[in-house]
């Protein structure tokens, strides 16, 4: 029997261990700590964003380079997640008329989040990948406890291809967004070189002030200068017109066309499965240098060329000329950007609880161009020209701001049918974060690879890209009846950034001899 059919018989049947013993542990719902009987004095609110995710969970699996070592992972969790707000609170009702939910603090044990599943022996001894990905993908049909804090860590102690063991974490997306998670992340891990020592930070990004800021040239800059600055915001306030009028017809009337991307409904519960590939930072550094521009343009352009060949081999589409435009939500954090850095070295000091924790998040609708170009980086420079023509708009702020005003005027369930009708009506949800520049270690184990994924939102195919070191893990969360051959997917990803990075050597070279 599988994993799946073994988890549903019933809510979640577990094995834990309890100082070094094992016990078997029944954590289906109402089995967790009442809320009135140990919550303390009522929290904050609940942020708009936050309830607007009721149905999305974040899932992050982590290899790790030795076997679990429970007690120190134990110990690891406590001293740091544990503590936490977030990871010790859960919402409750405040009583107030419209019903607001406050996060409040509960008591954690510790029995409750950390889960050792069980597998079929047989099953883990004949492809341990397999069995990974199965257990994985079993959590996108199991409810979890609002009784408790919203948090898991699955952990599967054998080998696979890539890891001596694997942690599956599952977190409520009410928690935080990427950035948030990032920063945890980042605050509860130590460099493997040096575990006495936080990791290195990432570096900042070049974008500095808030994304509408056009500072005013001095005036010893001269007319034409003061003019190109004029232009720039009269620009800017055009490109917000039409992506906020294309927000609106989106949520009304405006869809994109049926393709085997598209969500298909099945009746039922669709189950999601999440895949992920290794893909080499340098080669993306490669193509980014030769054509001037940015990591984030090279991740999209990759996309635009792997979801094209997927799809003219699986149509049988002969047709070079065709293009077919489809459209993803592509989040955007808001954040300062010297939060990470600023949040981290707060947390360290022991001033966690003043960290701005919760979704500070906006989106855009990016085009997402599917066909067949004889050059592979006439890919990058499509997506590039795109990015570039979004990030000359206030729509990320806008589709911020319009989300918590709807939720407030016409309350959470209609918030929610706009939010999902807005997501159903596009066909892919797009991410890229960048993640830890050094080897890590977390809770005492050295982590090999960090692939986040998640689901909840209607779409059959969300793409989330992330850096570890000198990697960068394409994450896919697929629609598993839509996407059977997900793998050859995630194949066409690898091929088309080789294709891409080939293209992008002869031109560095090109540029060498001249």
Request: net charge neutral; charged share 20%.
């Amino acid at each position: 029997m599988d994993a799946a059919g073994t988890l549903r018989k019933r809510p979640l049947s577990v094995r834990t261990e309890s100082n070094g013993a094992a016990a078997v542990a029944e954590a289906g719902p109402g089995a967790g700590r009442g809320r009135a009987g140990h919550a303390e004095a009522p929290g904050e609110p609940v942020s708009p964003s936050a309830r607007l995710v009721g149905d999305f969970y974040i899932v992050v699996v982590i290899g790790l380079a030795t076997p679990v070592n429970l007690p120190v992972a134990r110990a690891g969790i406590e001293a740091q997640l544990a503590r936490y707000p977030r990871f010790r609170s859960i919402q409750v009702e405040d009583g107030s008329k419209d019903g607001n939910p406050r996060w409040v603090w509960t008591q954690v044990n510790l029995d409750d989040h950390i889960i050792y599943p069980k597998l079929d022996a047989a099953a883990v001894a004949a492809d341990p990948d397999k069995a990974v990905e199965d257990y994985v993908a079993s959590l996108s049909t199991l409810p979890m406890d609002k009784s408790r804090p919203l948090w898991e860590f699955h952990v599967l102690d054998f080998p696979t291809s890539e890891a001596t063991a694997t942690t599956a974490i599952r977190v409520h997306h009410s928690f935080g967004d990427g950035m948030s998670l990032l920063t945890l992340l980042m605050a509860c891990t130590r460099s493997a070189a040096d575990p006495t020592r936080l990791p290195a930070m990432p570096p900042l990004p070049t974008r500095t002030g808030p994304l509408w800021a056009r500072p005013r040239p001095p005036a010893s800059a001269g007319a034409l200068a003061f003019a190109a600055w004029v232009w720039s915001l009269v620009v800017l306030a055009w490109h917000t017109v039409v992506d906020v009028a294309s927000f609106f017809a989106t949520i009304l009337f405006l869809r994109d066309p049926h393709t085997l991307f598209k969500r298909v409904e099945h009746g039922e519960h669709q189950r999601k499965r999440i895949v992920h590939r290794s893909l080499s930072l340098d080669d993306v550094k490669l193509v980014r240098n030769a054509l001037n521009c940015t990591v984030n343009d090279v991740l999209v352009g990759v996309t635009y060329a792997a979801l094209s060949r997927y799809y003219f081999r699986k149509t049988g589409d002969a047709d070079t000329g065709k293009e077919i435009r489809v459209r993803s939500i592509l989040l955007v954090n808001l954040r300062p950007t010297t939060s990470l850095h600023a949040c981290v070295e707060m947390i360290e000091s022991g001033k966690e609880n003043d960290v701005k924790w919760g979704n500070k998040l906006g989106f855009i609708i990016l085009p997402f161009h599917i066909g067949l170009h004889d050059d592979p980086l006439q890919y990058v420079r499509k997506a590039k020209k795109i990015v570039d023509r979004k990030k000359s708009s206030l729509e990320v702020i806008f589709t911020h701001l319009a989300a918590e005003i709807i939720l407030k005027i016409f309350g959470l369930k209609a918030a929610e049918a706009i939010f999902h009708r807005m997501i159903s009506h596009t066909t892919i949800s797009f991410s890229n974060m960048i993640g830890p520049v050094e080897q890590v270690e977390f809770c005492g184990h050295p982590v090999v690879f960090i692939a986040p994924s998640g689901y909840g939102p209607p779409e059959a195919l969300t793409v989330n890209f992330q850096s570890y070191v000198n990697t960068i893990k394409v994450n896919l969360a697929v629609d598993e009846a839509q996407f059977p051959d997900s793998h050859q997917l995630l194949d066409d990803f690898t091929e088309s950034l080789s294709l891409i990075r080939d293209a992008a050597s002869r031109v560095g070279k090109n540029h060498r001899n001249d």
